[in-house]
């Protein structure tokens, strides 16, 4: 056999060579988890947000209407009190601001055990619940108001109902909180918190609206409206939200911000933020009836309005000014605009009242979300290492907490405050007074604790 063929036969012969390639190895580095779904039971596996952007939006746009509602039922009464004299109830000054103020301190009490419902029974679990439960106030304030003979005692217990919407808030916001990481929750609880106070001010807008007929005055339409909208508010809840395995109770770090002081001075300067928000939104309708019959309760909604459109402001200028000097600028522009409304009321003039309550009512938004957008800031003070930086977020978190539930309050400390102020001095106008005092202190306060020279927190620029 020649070279040649020798050579061919070897060639045909031989084993082929392998074609595995030899992949070099990778660093390691950590793939962010995937939310995984139950779909029978609506369960999500992560509380992380890596991956589910598509499922934290599912979660939030629901919570947003659901918490609309709620604030809209618990602002139900306000715009509902000053039509009772129209409907045949007889009442008096102080009656009808016990049937204002009752919802605040109903919705105030129950912030706190809401935050709680969350992790324990699921976020989807107790949105719906929360929601349909709103079936009742609204139910309840329809089949009330269409009876004049109703006691007062009824009539008490009815309002107190709607202080379930006021404890939606907390829930609403403590489970969207879970779905974000820190660099999106801001933006997320923003939205969250603005479309529930909006409620506030589409209740007073549509209230009015709603209940004038050919038949004349149909009062009870002011709570049927709400029943459609609740089903549909349980139905995308159903559908569309889901529950956290990972979602737990914190109560360290409540207990932690309980066991802080600037837990209950934030507290204190939110009853004067948040509380006169909600205190003057209730009372603004009734106010405006009472000192000027002649004007068309149309046009309370504004005051509520302006108030919830002011409150990011708030928040973006605490950001470059700092909360606590955007705080005080609150109080002062605050206790000027109270200073104008005595002055309307004794000059009578509507367009004084109208500005001067306006002007509170962007000045107490402002003054809420520059009071929250100083509790990160103070509770990060003296957090030197990563530990305490975390053990800080929690504790802020808790005070955030308490703090929405302690200014809640306001709610109901403004409108009795008008009610005393009227059986005492037969005039609103000691209120006012007082509430410009209240003002002042907690300016100087703020200015104390946060912004004097030579303070612990002066130098962190709270």
């Known amino acids: 056999m020649t070279d040649r063929r020798r050579t061919a036969l070897s060639t045909l012969t031989r084993r082929p060579r392998s074609r595995t390639a030899v992949v070099p190895r990778l660093p390691d580095r950590p793939v962010p988890a995937q939310p995984v779904v139950d ?223 600037h837990t209950w001075i934030i507290s204190f300067l939110y009853i004067g933020t948040f509380g006169s928000f909600i205190g003057y939104s209730g009372a603004f309708p009734t106010l405006l009836r009472s000192q000027f019959p002649e004007t068309t309760l149309s046009i309370a909604f504004l005051g509520a309005l302006v108030g919830s459109l002011a409150r990011p402001i708030g928040g973006t200028l605490a950001d470059r000014w700092g909360g606590a000097r955007m705080t005080i600028a609150s109080f002062a522009t605050m206790a000027v605009a109270g200073l104008g409304a005595v002055q309307a009321l004794r000059a009578s003039s509507l367009a004084l009242f109208m500005s001067s309550f306006l002007v509170l009512f962007v000045a107490s938004g402002v003054g809420n979300g520059a009071t929250y957008r100083m509790i990160p800031a103070v509770f990060r003070v003296g957090a030197t290492t990563p530990e305490r930086a975390a053990r800080s977020r929690k504790a802020a978190a808790g005070c955030i907490g308490i703090a929405g539930a302690v200014g809640a309050f306001g709610g109901f400390l403004i409108p009795r405050g008008f009610a005393v102020s009227d059986e005492l001095a037969g005039s609103l106008q000691p209120a006012l007074v007082v509430f410009v005092g209240v003002y002042v202190v907690m300016a100087a306060t703020t200015w104390g604790v946060y912004q004097r020279r030579g303070a612990t927190m002066s130098a962190a620029g709270i």
């Open 39 to 261: 779909r029978a039971s609506r369960v999500v596996d992560n509380a992380v947000y890596a991956g589910g952007r598509r499922i934290a939006r599912q979660n939030l746009y629901p919570s947003v209407f659901a918490e609309f509602l709620g604030f809209a039922v618990w602002a139900s009464w306000s715009i509902v009190v000053p039509q009772l004299g129209a409907a045949g109830f007889s009442l008096s000054v102080d009656q009808q601001f016990w049937l204002i103020a009752v919802p605040s301190l109903v919705g105030a009490t129950l912030r706190i055990p809401y935050t709680f419902a969350v992790p324990l029974l699921g976020g989807r679990n107790w949105t719906i619940v929360s929601a349909a439960l709103l079936l009742l106030p609204a139910s309840a304030l329809a089949f009330v108001v269409s009876r004049p003979e109703t006691p007062f005692s009824m009539l008490l217990a009815v309002a107190a109902l709607a202080g379930l919407g006021g404890g939606n808030f907390a829930s609403s916001m403590a489970n969207i909180s879970f779905f974000y990481p820190d660099r999106e929750k801001g933006r997320a609880l923003g939205l969250n918190a603005a479309g529930g106070n909006l409620g506030t001010a589409a209740v007073q807008l549509a209230v009015p609206l709603v209940i004038v007929s050919a038949a004349g005055l149909q009062l009870e339409r002011a709570g049927l409206m709400f029943l459609p909208l609740i089903v549909l508010a349980v139905v995308l809840a159903w559908r569309c939200m889901h529950n956290l395995t990972a979602a737990r109770a914190d109560y360290r770090a409540f207990g932690a911000a309980a066991a802080n002081r």
